[in-house]
Nanobody, 118 residues
C-alpha cells in the first residue's frame, strides 16, 4: 500500500513561483509513476505533469510546458513540482498521484490548494 502527502501550496501573486512536494510512504516501488494533477472549482481533475521511476522521463500538459518542472528524489521518497510564472488560471487544488503507468494512477494524496491572485 502506498500513501501520498502533498505540501507546499499557498496564496501567491501572478508571476510568482511555488514548489509543491509529495512525500510517499509504503510500497512505493509498486507505483513507479508519480504525477501531479489539479482540479479547479467547477472543473474536472486534469493532468499537469508526471515522472517515471528513475526521473529520466517527464511528461507535461501543454499548460505546464516551459513553466513547471517535475522531479523526484527516490532517496527521500518525494516528488516535486516547481511552478514558475504562475497565472491566476493555475489556481486549483493540486493532487499527487501514483500508479503503474500514466493511465493507471490509482493512489492519491489529499491535495494542496494553490491560489494565484492577479
Amino acid at each position: 500500500q502506498v500513501q501520498l502527502v502533498e505540501s507546499g501550496g499557498g496564496l501567491v501573486q501572478a508571476g510568482d513561483s511555488l514548489k509543491l512536494s509529495c512525500a510517499a510512504s509504503g510500497r512505493i516501488f509498486s507505483r513507479p509513476i508519480m504525477g501531479w494533477f489539479r482540479q479547479a472549482p467547477g472543473k474536472e481533475r486534469e493532468f499537469v505533469a508526471a515522472v517515471n521511476w528513475s526521473g529520466s522521463s517527464t511528461y507535461y500538459a501543454d499548460s505546464a510546458k516551459g513553466r513547471f518542472t517535475i522531479s523526484r528524489d527516490n532517496a527521500k521518497s518525494t516528488a516535486y513540482l516547481q511552478m514558475n510564472s504562475l497565472k491566476p488560471e493555475d489556481t486549483a487544488v493540486y493532487y499527487c498521484g501514483a500508479g503503474v503507468s500514466m493511465s493507471e494512477i490509482d493512489v492519491w494524496g489529499q491535495g494542496t490548494q494553490v491560489t494565484v491572485s492577479s
